[in-house]
C-alpha cells in the first residue's frame, strides 16, 4: 500500500440476495506533492457485477475525490452463493509502483429455487413399471437431494438409480424409478397411486413431493379346455394305433380270418419267441420232380408255425421352444467397442461434453449396466445403455477415433440392440454406427429405428469395402421424436471375423 495514495470505502462488508443492488463510496486523496493521475480497478467478482461512476480522476496535492461504486447480482444461479473477497485498487498513471488497495467482503445468500417432476405420470405393466424424475435447481446453490416413495397400503417397492441426486446450482438431472409390487401375480388388476419426495439435504424442509400412479395389469388368462380337448384326442389316437397293432391277424397273429397254416416272418423290429420248440421254415424253393409233396390233409397240429409276435415302439415328441435371441460372446470377435465405450468421447447435439457413467443427465448420457433386463424379457450381464438428450429429436455421439482398428479381408460388423424393460412410453429410438476411413469420409453402416415390441434388433454388414484400411467409429442414438423413456441398449457392437 503506498503512503502516497489514500482510499477508503464506505463499507467493509456487504450481504445481497441474487438480483439485488448495493451501492458504496470510494473516496480517493493525493497524499503526494504533485497533480497525479489514478486508474481504479475492482477484481474478484465478476466485472458485470461492478459499475464504476469513473474509472479515472486526477487528484491536486492533498485533494480527494469520491467515486461511486454500484454493486448488481444477477437473477440467475450465475450469483453463486458464497463469500467473496472484492478488491479495489487505486494506482498511479504516472508512477506504477505506486498502488494502494481496499477489501470488500460481499456474501451472497443462498436462494434455492428447486422442483421435480415426474414422467409419465401414469404407467402399467405386468411385473414393474419405470418412471423418469426430472429434477431442476435454478437456484444459485449445489444441493444434495436424496429421493424416495410410498404408497398408502405399503404394497410396492420402490428403486432410483441413482438413489441420492447431486444437482449442481442452475442444471437439471434425471433420475430412473423402478416400481415393483409386492404381491406377483394378483386377482386382478390393481392400481397404486404413490408419492415420491425429493429433499435436499442442506435445506430439508424445501423438500418437492410429485404423485405417479402404477397399475399392475393381470396377465391374460388363456381358456383351458382346448389345450385339454387337443390332449384327450392324442390319447384316442395313440389308443387307436395300439388296438390296430393288437388286433388279431393285423401283424401275422393266428386267429380268425389269418390261416394258422402260414408263417409270419418278421425282420423289424426284432421278433419274440413265443416260448414254443420251433422248427425249421419250410424251404420256399420249387421241390424237385422226384420229391413228394407233402399232403394236403396232414393235421394241423403236427405243424409248428414259427410266429413273431412284434413288439410295438411308443414315440414320445417333445415340443421344441423358440426362445428370444440373447448375446454370447464368441471365439471369432476382433474388435468389440463395448467394454470400450468408456474410452470413448461422449457429446450431444449441442456439442456439450457428456461424462460417461451419469446417467441422470437431463443432456443425454452413456452408461454400463450390469445384469441389465432388457425389453425381451432376458438378463444381460453387460449392456451399453445410452439416451440422447431429453427434447425432441434430441441426440448424443460416441465418438472412437481414438481406438482404430485394421479392417481384415473377411470381417463384418454385428449391433444387437433394443431397449431397456420398462421403457413403454418410447415412441422409438433411432441407432446409428458410421465407419470413418482414415483420411476418408464417414458413411453409415447401420441405421435402425428400435421401438418397444418385446424384441431386440440385430443386424450384420459386410465390411469387405474396407479391407486393408484404418477406421473408425462412431456411435449415434437419435430420439424418433419424442425422447420420452428413450433408453437404447446396446447388448452387442462388435466386429467378427
Known sequence: MSALIRAALSAESVKLNPGETAELTLVVQNHSEIVNRYKITVAGIDPAWVSLSRGELSLFPQDEDAVRLLLTLPESSAARAGVYEVSIQVASAENAVERT?????????????????????????????????????????????????????????????????????????????????????????????????????????????????????????????????????????????????????????????????????????????????????????????????????????????????????????????????????????????????????????????????????????ASYRNDATLEDGERYSQVLVTHPRWVDNGAIQGDFSTLPYIVGTHDEFYVLVGLISGAGSSDGVRFRVLIQPQGGRSETIVNIVETYDGRLTSTRVSLEEWAGQTVTFLLQVLANGNSTQDWATWAAIRVER
Not at 228 to 256: D, H, S, Y
Open 101 to 365: 488497495t481496499v477489501q470488500l467482503q460481499l456474501e451472497i445468500a443462498a436462494a434455492v429455487v428447486f422442483e421435480a417432476a415426474i414422467r409419465p405420470q401414469v404407467q402399467s405393466g405386468l411385473t414393474e413399471g419405470v418412471f423418469t424424475l426430472q429434477l431442476s435447481n435454478q437456484g444459485n446453490d449445489d444441493l444434495t437431494v436424496q429421493l424416495s416413495a410410498s404408497d398408502p397400503e405399503e404394497g410396492c417397492l420402490y428403486t432410483f438409480q441413482p438413489p441420492q441426486v447431486r444437482l449442481p446450482a442452475g442444471q437439471e438431472r434425471l433420475a430412473q424409478l423402478t416400481v415393483r409390487p409386492k404381491v406377483a401375480h394378483p386377482p386382478d388388476t390393481k392400481t397404486f397411486a404413490f408419492t415420491v419426495t425429493a429433499r435436499p439435504a442442506e435445506m430439508p424442509k424445501l423438500a418437492r413431493q410429485v404423485q405417479g400412479q402404477w397399475q399392475q395389469l393381470v396377465p391374460e388368462r388363456r381358456r383351458i379346455w382346448p389345450i385339454l380337448l387337443a390332449a384327450l384326442l392324442g390319447l384316442v389316437a395313440v389308443a387307436a394305433v395300439l388296438i390296430m397293432l393288437l388286433k388279431p391277424g393285423f401283424l401275422g397273429f393266428p386267429g380268425q380270418g389269418a390261416p394258422t397254416s402260414e408263417v409270419a416272418v418278421l425282420t423289424s423290429p426284432t421278433a419274440v419267441p413265443t416260448g414254443k420248440p420251433t422248427t425249421p421254415a419250410p424251404s420256399t424253393a420249387a421241390p424237385p420232380p422226384s420229391a413228394t409233396p407233402p399232403p394236403s390233409h396232414t393235421p394241423l397240429a403236427t405243424r409248428t408255425p414259427t410266429i413273431g409276435i412284434v413288439a410295438p415302439t411308443l414315440l414320445i415328441v417333445h415340443p421344441i421352444l423358440t426362445l428370444p435371441p440373447v448375446y454370447r460372446p464368441t471365439a471369432n470377435v476382433a474388435y468389440n467397442l463395448l467394454p470400450l465405450a468408456e474410452d470413448a468421447r461422449w457429446i450431444n447435439d449441442q456439442n456439450s461434453e457428456l461424462t460417461f457413467g451419469v446417467e441422470d443427465n437431463a443432456a443425454g448420457f
